[in-house]
């Protein structure tokens, strides 16, 4: 009988375990990566102060979209009532692990740059040079990205540049829905 008892207790350890990391949604901004989504901002569109507008879209237009939407990752950045531009937060795989990145966008929906903002891995970390991230900047809403012939590869990241450039790609092309749809 105690046999079953222990398979019973398991269980709902299983159970509560799961409800507790699943109740809890991986979109939700962490303090550290917050403070490093400030700096990208403040460095970026060279503004001190800024407030950020989160851009809520339903989950039936988010099922149209590459990205996922749904969460706390579209912001529409104002600073002193002046529109500044789009600031979209997301997570890619790495080789192993994941890395948490931003897309700066500017008022018509290009590029301003791009940063990795968190990197959790000890290899591939070029991924998030500077020199390497630039070949965004400028790309347009609704442009699909192709590693290899748009983005040139790199040495030691091609797991993690991929991905990168893909992320980068799909919020392109969720722009150009939200565009579509008027929510921009």
Do not use: C
Request: without cysteine; aromatic residues 10%.
């Amino acid at each position: 009988m105690q046999q079953g008892s222990r398979i019973k207790s398991f269980g709902w350890v299983v159970i509560f375990v799961a409800f507790f990391f699943l109740g809890f949604r991986a979109d939700n901004i962490t303090p550290k990566l917050q403070e490093k989504i400030d700096n990208a901002i403040q460095t970026t569109f060279e503004v001190e102060d800024f407030s950020l507008h989160l851009i809520e879209v339903t989950s039936d237009l988010d099922q149209q979209t590459p990205s996922a939407l749904g969460g706390e990752n579209l912001f529409k950045i104002e600073s002193d009532g002046t529109f500044l531009g789009y600031v979209y937060v997301g997570n890619a795989p790495s080789l192993k692990k994941t890395f948490d990145y931003v897309v700066l966008l500017t008022p018509d929906l290009a590029v301003k740059k791009s940063k990795i903002l968190i990197y959790r891995e000890d290899h591939g970390r070029q991924v998030g040079s500077q020199r390497w991230l630039k070949q965004f900047i400028g790309r347009k809403s609704g442009e699909k990205l192709i590693y290899g012939e748009d983005i040139d590869g790199i040495s030691g990241a091609t797991v993690s540049a991929k991905s990168m450039t893909l992320a980068v790609s799909n919020v392109l092309e969720s722009m150009k829905v939200l565009q579509d749809h008027n929510l921009l």
